[in-house]
């Protein structure tokens, strides 16, 4: 029911959900034309999928090589959305995952991180 496939273009990432461990993985470079259009229908799906969480965990694994400044609003939204899932009690953990050798990666990881005050946000490292 909460099947989440979205494959990665040149200029979207990829979006997947693994129902089973409760992941949501975002993956790749984004830049999209029209943020709103491609993200649009994910926002929706997000709600509805937080909106009917219980007690369970729910990951956000985000691993973007490259994103502009659209994408760049469209991220602080997800966390701002997410951030106030949490603060109703909802069990939500972001990783930010990055590449060790991209400084400006773990940059925009640290600045994400300190606009939150009750998301658990992790910046992970990557080999």
Known sequence: MWRLAI????????????????????????????TSEFYGPFFKWLDM?????????????IELIYFNSSSSKILMNLFERLEKYAEMGKNIDVNWIYD????????????????LTTLKFNLVEKD
């Open 7 to 34: 494959d990665a273009t040149k200029s979207t990432p990829g979006i997947y959900f693994d129902q089973e461990k409760n992941i949501l993985e975002i993956k790749g470079e984004s830049y999209p034309e029209n």
């Open 49 to 61: 999928r937080l909106d009917e969480l219980q007690d369970e965990s729910f990951t956000v694994d």
């Open 100 to 115: 060790k050798k991209d400084e400006s990666s773990l940059e925009y990881g640290e600045e994400f991180k300190e606009d």
